[in-house]
């Protein structure tokens, strides 16, 4: 807590006037303790039963709460950024019958501290004795996810309101209306903190409507751990936003010009004579739950990536079958939410119809989801793979071999509304192939961000930059590769589940061995829908 002695005296001077209790400024992370007491209730304010004539019916002010109301008037103006303060004067501001002060401060007061608990224990009830109760229920939701075991969250709930979904219910990505001026709730992934006082303007989950924060993400292969990280922000994103659907339908397809198609997403090998072409793709991302309990999830999913070329170069056509399952648990952890999963995918390769190679990999995750809503992700994947063609000579030139990959990415939410979400990832990577010109260990840094431009329209760059090392090359001129991305997106978004983006990027791989020193650039048009 900042400014300790003003802390104090506020405490004294609330006690000393009878309008508080000696608990009324305390912050989120004190009403988190289950065994704090919240503050105590006006007689104006008996929770959710209170009206809009008992909110303006008091007492007229005592001299010691005239007093009370300048001395927080000018704590707040000579430290205007302490939440606690602003909700302190939103309590007395409802005393006094000032209602639409006290709802301005209590949303300075989650401006500054969007967890702060019991701010939206008393904005939930201001907003419900001016007969709003969808406004009310939001913000009182909020200290159900905030503070689940303090005394504030039992009245909530003895107001019939139920605790929402654990963990995944946070990291919704909830859509809002086109013409809406204020967003609809705390959003993970897309949302600006500052904002989330304002979302008692519009209706909870689920009856959000109009058009998502969130658009679909554009996968192709990064040849680092970006690709994975998409993949379980879908899941999550989806299972927010549709946390009772058994189905999650992921679907992108488009148009692309690439410069080197020989670059393939199941590629070890990038020694490839450099080949342009124009380029249709396809890539679908498939969930059915078919066990659901209360905290964790199973079932069954299938991923795909499937490419066309120009006719001359039509062996590269690509179809990546891959099916799998899956199954996840959420559990509390230290005070954070984690997600724990655990999959298998089975992937059948095939270039213009003959087959190249298969693998079996197995992944188990974590997401652990801090209370302040920022997050990590952190994964651990073992695969097998075996190539048709091992070459003249297998103990040089087989690509079969087992790859172990670790990773672990950080989301960190801004201040910033149209910047609301920065995400930073590494990789290591170690292949055991048979062949020694395949053996390698990596190292490999990814970021990304989103640009919320409007509601409908977003700009997402993405960059990654990585040095793979091959131990056991058997030429005398090494192949170790220095290779980097950079990659953007401007999305808009249509309706909830469509989207259109435009996409260019370009792809790097430096090694002193020109036979593997290649590139590769990509510009086109997609089309993404989700549900």
Request: aromatic share 10%.
């Amino acid at each position: 807590m900042t400014d300790l002695n003003g802390h104090l005296r506020t405490l004294v001077l609330t006690a000393w006037t009878g309008v508080f209790s000696v608990h009324g400024i305390a912050t989120a992370q004190d009403v988190a303790n289950p065994g704090f007491t919240p503050a105590s209730q006006n007689s104006d304010s008996p929770g959710l039963a209170s009206t809009p004539d008992q909110a303006t019916s008091v007492a007229p002010p005592s001299p010691a709460q005239m007093r009370m109301l300048g001395m927080l008037q000018q704590k707040v103006a000579s430290n205007p950024n302490h939440s606690d303060s602003w909700r302190t004067l939103g309590r007395l501001q409802k005393a006094l019958g000032d209602v639409d002060s006290s709802i301005e401060s209590n949303r300075k007061a989650l401006e500054l501290d969007p967890f702060n608990a019991a701010a939206h224990f008393d904005l939930g009830q201001l907003l419900h004795g001016l007969s709003r109760p969808e406004a009310a229920r939001s913000h009182l939701t909020e200290v159900l996810k905030i503070a689940p075991s303090s005394s504030y969250a039992d009245q909530v709930r003895a107001m019939g309101i139920e605790t929402p979904t654990p963990a995944l219910a946070q990291l919704a990505a909830p859509t809002s209306s086109a013409t809406a001026a204020e967003p609809s709730a705390i959003d993970w992934m897309t949302s600006d903190p500052a904002n989330v006082a304002q979302a008692s303007e519009l209706p909870i989950p689920p009856n959000f409507a109009g058009v998502p924060t969130q658009t679909v993400g554009y996968e192709i292969q990064t040849f680092d751990g970006s690709d994975d990280l998409e993949n379980r922000l879908r899941q999550l994103e989806s299972e927010a936003e549709s946390p009772t659907s058994p189905f999650r339908i992921f679907l992108e397809t488009g148009l692309l010009y690439n410069t080197n198609v020989t670059l393939t997403p199941i590629s070890r090998d990038l020694a490839q004579d450099e080949q342009a072409s124009f380029q249709w793709f396809a890539s679908p991302d498939l969930d059915w739950k078919l066990i659901r309990r209360e905290n964790s999830r199973a079932g069954l999913m299938f991923r795909g990536y499937f490419t066309a070329n120009e006719s001359q170069f039509q062996e590269f056509n690509l179809a990546s079958f891959q099916p799998g399952a899956f199954a996840e648990r959420d559990f509390l952890f230290g005070g954070n939410e984690v997600i724990g999963r655990m999959e298998y995918v089975f992937s059948n390769d095939f270039f213009d119809g003959n087959q190249v190679g298969d693998r079996h990999a197995g992944t188990a995750s974590f997401t652990v989801i801090r209370p302040d809503l920022n997050a990590w992700y952190g994964y651990t994947t073992i695969a097998q793979s075996n190539f048709e063609d091992d070459g003249v000579t297998p103990t040089q030139t087989s690509l079969d071999g087992t790859t172990l990959t670790f990773g672990a990415s950080h989301f960190k939410r801004t201040n910033w509304e149209a910047l609301p979400m920065v995400a930073l990832g590494t990789d290591l990577e170690y292949a055991n192939t048979k062949g020694d010109d395949y053996r390698y260990l990596s190292i490999n840094l990814h970021g990304s961000t989103d640009w919320q431009i409007s509601a409908r329209w977003k700009f997402t760059p993405t960059w990654g930059v990585g040095y793979r090392n091959y131990p056991d090359f058997t030429d005398p001129i090494g192949r170790d590769e220095i290779f980097w991305r950079v990659h953007g997106k401007l999305s808009y978004q249509l309706t909830e589940q469509l989207s259109v983006s435009a996409v260019a990027g370009h792809d790097r791989f430096a090694s002193d061995n020109e036979d593997f020193d290649t590139e590769r650039s990509e510009v086109g048009f997609l089309i993404g829908f989700k549900r």
